[in-house]
């Protein structure tokens, strides 16, 4: 693990404040205020990339969320579900790794709780998830970029073991509070608003909790529903928030045998589609949803007739410092 030189480091957020002096709230505060914006995002059809007539491209827009992605739903699940089991009670920091947007969500909603939020984070994350980690409070131990998540992970594995009654650990990779919001609020979703017409199901896998979850709760309230995982070309790639699975820490929650397919995607094709979706929907996405396009548009490529659902995890707006974006 090496951490940032001092000059790289964003300035370390203040000292916790009044509200987090404050007791924290109880679990019946979660209801209202913030937590009430999570999930419901809306289904966009994008219908200019649909390669033929009978398929139909739709796009669940995850930036939606007040956090800004789909990891809203899991950080609030683990929340819900720590303060429900007595994990998380006044007084413990909340700890856990994260290539960002969930660090994030946690950060808005531990302050919105009154909880220490403390994250271990790749430092070569984007510059606007760092800022945001710093407005919300959140305390971040930058970690070694060439280790990507399996170094955050480390790290916050060996900061938990240090001491672990200081900390509720909420562990994303191994919650299955992670995977259950997708089960009991994504798929849901995703079926009222098809009307239940959807026929592939495809997202990207980090922790893998939205296809682990979403897929389930497809499969069994609609079993012929196709599901199609998505996951970069190889080690080192480019598609935050994504995972190459046969080269890092499997996360727990990781069920493979869900996919009826496994694609792997380029960084590059990734970038091409976030300009090509910019441009020809006017929808600016996030690039792992970029990359999840790319594989639903081969996919759907092959098929006569479908209804294809894929999940754009953020917007476009949290990666506008990234180098790829001055080529658009
Ligand atoms: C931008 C982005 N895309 C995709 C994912 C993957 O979602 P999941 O962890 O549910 O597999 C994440 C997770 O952090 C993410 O931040």
Not at 161 to 175: G, H, K, T, V
Request: with cysteine.
């Amino acid at each position: 693990m090496s951490r940032m030189s001092a000059a790289d480091r964003p300035e370390p957020p203040a000292p916790a404040g009044a509200a987090r002096d404050a007791v924290p709230a109880a679990a019946g505060a979660l209801e209202g205020a913030v937590w009430s914006l999570i999930g419901n995002t809306p289904l966009a059809r994008l219908r200019r990339i649909e390669p033929h007539p009978g398929v139909e491209i739709h796009a669940k827009l995850e930036s939606r969320n007040p956090g800004g992605s789909v990891k809203d739903r899991a950080a609030a699940s683990m929340i819900r579900e720590g303060l429900r089991t007595g994990g998380l009670v006044p007084g413990k920091t909340l700890l856990d790794a994260s290539s960002g947007n969930t660090g994030i969500a946690l950060a808005m909603l531990g302050a919105a709780l009154g909880y220490t939020v403390k994250l271990c984070v790749p430092s070569n994350v984007s510059s606007e998830r760092k800022r945001l980690l710093d407005i919300y409070g959140a305390d971040v131990v930058w970690t070694n970029p060439l280790e990507g998540s399996d170094g955050a992970i480390r790290e916050a594995r060996r900061l938990f073991a240090l001491e672990p009654q200081r900390y509720f650990y909420s562990d994303q990779y191994s919650n299955e509070a992670n995977w259950r919001a997708h089960y009991d609020t994504t798929a849901v979703e995703i079926l009222a608003q098809t009307s239940r017409r959807i026929t592939h199901f495809v997202a990207g896998l980090g922790t893998s909790g939205t296809f682990v979850g979403t897929g389930r709760r497809l499969k069994l309230e609609k079993p012929t529903v196709q599901l199609i995982s998505v996951q970069p070309d190889g080690p080192f790639h480019g598609l935050e928030g994504l995972k190459h699975m046969d080269s890092a820490i499997v996360p727990p929650i990781y069920d493979p045998s869900l996919a009826d397919e496994a694609v792997a995607v380029e960084t590059d094709e990734a970038w091409a589609m976030v300009r090509r979706l910019a441009r020809e929907e006017g929808v600016f996405v996030g690039v792992s949803g970029a990359a999840a396009l790319v594989a639903t548009l081969r996919a759907a490529a092959t098929v006569e007739r479908g209804v294809f659902v894929t999940i754009i995890p953020d917007g476009g707006e949290r990666y506008l410092s990234e180098r790829q974006m001055e080529r658009a």
